[in-house]
């Protein structure tokens, strides 16, 4: 049995790595469930608080990839294009208990936003060994042995209190005392079952403070833009049209682009101009829970408005580390090479006064 599932991930890395060429690195859930509880591995959340305490790895830690994302209330990054200043960072990776030396995977539910704002946020701060979880906790759960079995019994449980309620109504105490007792019994093996699952609810464990230090040698500028340099290539867009060598991509929902849903504090809704928009939705495969779509169905994505290899790149969304970086992240995967993260996204840019918008 063991020898199947090492094999199996073997294989599922295998397809990983044929179907994407790109210095992002996935890991599939076949091969990440291995490395759960391994002292040099730690599980960072990108999802809210709510969803960490409703749906967490075991042993992981929650980073909300939103929170990530610093600025202050006009919307001006101090330390841009990084997410945040390197002293703050710092102390917050630290109070996650994360050491330099662990491999990260980046995970959320398994749509991919929350997940690549954690893995952008990391590697910009210079941290090599990450992996983006590819499916998420979902993926996890999917194939955890103690998990099937739970979720069975559930199944069971719920069939049998219907039983037992049916005798109540008929007045057939006998019949309902029964399926009571077998209620019981169920309810047992799924409380000794909790315990075992690899996907818990709850706060998650204790976290000791860690050392981690940031080396401001190490920082990687690569993937990440601040509102200047996203600013020069409006300029050259609104000049050039399509003949423009950049091309700005909106990752945000429709309300957001045309400005009849303003999130947060920013002064002003609509689109940075020239942007074209591509949903994050359209990246992520619903259907099969996985964060991102095939290769050919993800090319005809940006295809169809117009993205090419040749150009300079930037995507944004609200804050960045979200649906802005999970774009980035497809075209990565993709093979395209000149690709940012506009990290302060509409945060920044609605809130400047001197920088147009489009509604």
């Known amino acids: 049995m063991k020898r199947s599932i090492i094999a199996t991930a073997f294989f599922v890395t295998v397809i990983s790595t044929a179907l994407f060429s790109s210095e992002i690195k996935l890991i599939e859930p076949e091969e990440a469930i291995k490395l759960i509880g391994d002292k040099n591995v730690v599980f960072v959340s990108g999802d809210s608080d709510d969803t960490y305490k409703n749906n967490h790895i075991v042993g992981s830690v929650e980073m909300y990839a939103h929170h990530l994302h610093h600025s202050d209330a006009m919307g001006n990054m101090h330390c841009a294009p990084l997410y945040n200043c390197p002293k703050e ?8 208990g994360i050491s330099n030396d662990q491999m990260i995977i980046a995970y959320d539910n398994f749509r991919g936003p929350n997940a690549t704002g954690v893995y952008s946020f990391f590697e910009s701060f210079g941290h090599k060994n990450i992996r983006l979880l590819n499916g998420g906790f979902d993926g996890i759960k999917a194939i955890d042995p103690n998990q099937q079995i739970f979720d069975k019994l559930k199944s069971e449980r719920k069939a049998i209190k219907n039983k037992a309620k049916a005798a109540n109504e008929a007045k057939n105490e006998a019949d309902e005392k029964k399926y009571k007792a077998e209620e019981k019994a169920i309810k047992e093996k799924m409380d000794a079952l909790t315990p075992k699952l690899l996907i818990q609810g709850g706060d998650g464990e204790k976290i000791s403070p860690s050392q981690y230090t940031l080396d401001e040698k190490a920082f990687d500028f690569t993937n990440i833009a601040d509102k200047e340099e996203v600013k020069k290539a409006v300029d050259d867009i609104l000049t050039n049209g399509d003949k423009s060598k950049f091309a700005i991509i909106d990752s945000r929902a429709m309300a957001e682009i045309i400005g ?13 101009p020239g942007a074209k928009f591509i949903e994050w939705s359209n990246i992520t495969d619903m259907e099969q829970k996985k964060s991102f779509k095939s290769a050919e169905e993800m090319q005809k994505v940006f295809d169809k408005v117009g993205i090419t290899k040749d150009q300079t790149i930037y995507a944004y969304c609200m804050v960045g580390a979200g649906r802005g970086s999970h774009i980035i992240s497809a075209l990565r995967l993709l093979g395209y090479k000149d690709v940012k993260v506009f990290t302060g996204s509409w945060d920044t840019w609605g809130n400047d006064m001197n920088l147009p918008i489009r509604r």
Not at 89 to 96: D, F, L, V
Not at 260 to 272: E, S, T
């Open 89 to 96: 960072a710092q102390e917050y990776i630290r109070s996650k």
């Open 260 to 272: 009849d849903n303003k999130m947060d504090n920013v002064a002003r809704g609509g689109h940075i």
